[in-house]
């Protein structure tokens, strides 16, 4: 069989149903949201080794422990929002998109304002003996303003996503790729501003596309005479809320560890675990991202038109070989640019990317869950594994160090596989009986 025969009979025909058309689209979309990962995440390779030679890794471990701190916090300020207008896009017209849209963002800010402010303050608490005051509140500060408005970037590349517009979403993320990298230079390295830097450069670049979203926002959406439907956003909320424990808890499979190594070694050792993690995290950018940005609005539209059956196990074998292939080159880059206080972590990148070609398969998986709404069951899997995960590390970092936290990664991955294939299984039972 000629190859474009075999891919079109083997890997794409159960995902796309047979059309020369939504096989082109399908293929089409894939290669630019391919390209534009490898290029976004090639500009942001170039961080992860100028931190390592302008931070220390007790400093490292600081910006992740923040990061991870602000997240939580927008995770629960967003109450699942963008992944209920995910969902809601394709049960609604044009007119009904616009008004949910709105909706969100008007429900949003309310909710989500006090929330961060309220934040401020104890995560000023929790911090104050790890950093110098002054800078510790900027620092702060900064994080947290990028973390609220960071909700309307989500929302409008999840809009883009839906639209199935591959192009202008992959330009926006390049160009706000760009823009990091070169508010970093100037503010880490050229001035030296440390933390302080990062985390200014971070904003900055939020802020240049939150100006073009908030243009479009007005032009489409805000001149339409739609009004706040208080009942509509509950509506949403009530959707989006299961997203919000399933947030936390996928935090908890993925960064409680850096809270643990902290807790059990020192910040140094988090600094160092981290960096690794950014290496082989590169996989999730370039590889999965791009990926399920296609599959997702592929596969439910397919599953619009009743057809449930599983994509092809050689698709998933092809993109787990590519994530593990992918990990040699990634060691090797890391070990010749990263400064030499961090190579000492760098041996674990193999095995967290195996933890990542684990949690491509369950976001595979989980699809057909989410199309149904079934997001109980994702909330049930999660902390499962989330439970697995703190147990876990408790055990393994004491015993093996910072090992033992990419080992736990690894095999709770596993299990969420296990966990989302069995469900996706009855539901394709019960859907064709």
């Given at each position: 069989m000629p190859v474009k025969g075999y891919i079109n009979q083997i890997l794409l025909g159960p995902l796309m149903g047979g059309t020369g058309s939504a096989k082109r689209k399908f293929i089409g979309d894939l290669m630019v949201f391919g390209i534009g990962a490898v290029v976004v995440k090639g500009i942001f390779f170039a961080l992860?080794?100028?931190?390592?030679?302008?931070?220390?890794?007790?400093?490292?471990?600081?910006?992740?422990?923040?990061?991870?701190?602000?997240?939580?916090?927008?995770?629960?300020?967003?109450?699942?929002?963008?992944?209920?207008a995910f969902v809601e896009y394709y049960h609604g017209e044009s007119d009904q998109r616009a008004a949910?849209?709105?909706?969100?963002?008007?429900?949003?800010?309310?909710?989500?304002?006090?929330?961060?402010?309220?934040?401020?303050?104890?995560?000023?608490?929790?911090f104050r003996r790890s950093y110098p005051e002054t800078q510790l509140l900027s620092i702060l500060g900064l994080s947290l303003v990028s973390s609220f408005i960071t909700f309307f970037l989500n929302l409008?590349?999840?809009?883009?996503?839906?639209?199935?517009?591959?192009?202008?979403?992959?330009?926006?993320?390049?160009?706000q790729a760009l823009f990091v990298v070169l508010a970093n230079l100037l503010l880490v390295?050229?001035?030296?501003?440390?933390?302080?830097?990062?985390?200014?450069?971070?904003?900055?670049?939020?802020?240049?596309i939150i100006g073009i979203a908030w243009a479009e926002y007005v032009r489409r959406i805000a001149r339409r005479p739609v009004k706040t439907d208080w009942g509509y956003a509950r509506k949403l909320i009530i959707i989006g809320l299961p997203f919000v424990p399933s947030g936390l808890l996928i935090w908890v499979t993925s960064a409680l560890d850096r809270w643990i190594i902290m807790g059990t070694l020192n910040q140094r050792e988090v600094g160092i675990y981290s960096v690794a993690w950014k290496f082989a995290g590169v996989?999730?950018?370039?590889?999965?991202?791009?990926?399920?940005?296609?599959?997702?609005?592929?596969?439910?539209?397919?599953?619009?038109?009743?057809?449930?059956?599983?994509?092809?196990?050689?698709?998933?074998?092809?993109c787990v070989a590519l994530l593990m292939l992918t990990s040699i080159p990634l060691r090797w880059l890391a070990m010749r640019s990263v400064a030499a206080e961090?190579?000492?972590?760098?041996?674990?990148?193999?095995?967290?990317?195996?933890?990542?070609?684990?949690?491509?398969?369950?976001?595979?998986?989980?699809?057909?869950?989410?199309?149904?709404?079934?997001?109980?069951?994702?909330l049930v899997n999660t902390a499962i594994v989330a439970?697995?995960?703190?147990?876990?590390?408790?055990?393994?970092?004491?015993?093996?160090?910072?090992?033992?936290?990419?080992?736990?990664?690894?095999?709770?991955?596993?299990?969420g596989v296990l966990l989302a294939t069995i469900h996706r299984n009855r539901i394709v039972r019960r859907i064709n009986s």
């Open positions: 992860t080794p100028l931190y390592t030679h302008v931070l220390a890794p007790s400093e490292y471990g600081m910006m992740e422990l923040i990061n991870g701190a602000t997240n939580i916090i927008g995770t629960l300020s967003s109450l699942g929002l963008v992944q209920a949910m849209i709105r909706n969100i963002v008007r429900a949003y800010t309310w909710i989500s304002i006090p929330m961060h402010l309220a934040a401020f303050g104890i995560l000023a608490g929790v409008y590349y999840s809009t883009l996503q839906c639209m199935r517009e591959a192009l202008r979403l992959t330009m926006y993320r390049v160009l390295y050229k001035l030296n501003l440390g933390l302080t830097g990062v985390f200014v450069a971070s904003l900055m670049s939020t802020c240049v996989v999730d950018p370039l590889i999965i991202t791009p990926f399920l940005s296609v599959y997702t609005p592929a596969v439910f539209k397919r599953y619009g038109a009743r057809q449930y059956r599983r994509p092809s196990i050689v698709l998933d074998i092809v961090y190579t000492e972590g760098l041996a674990l990148i193999p095995v967290i990317v195996c933890g990542y070609a684990f949690m491509f398969l369950t976001q595979e998986a989980s699809t057909l869950i989410l199309h149904q709404k079934q997001t109980g069951i994702l439970v697995l995960s703190v147990v876990l590390n408790l055990i393994l970092i004491p015993t093996f160090q910072i090992k033992g936290a990419a080992y736990t990664f690894v095999l709770v991955q596993a299990i």
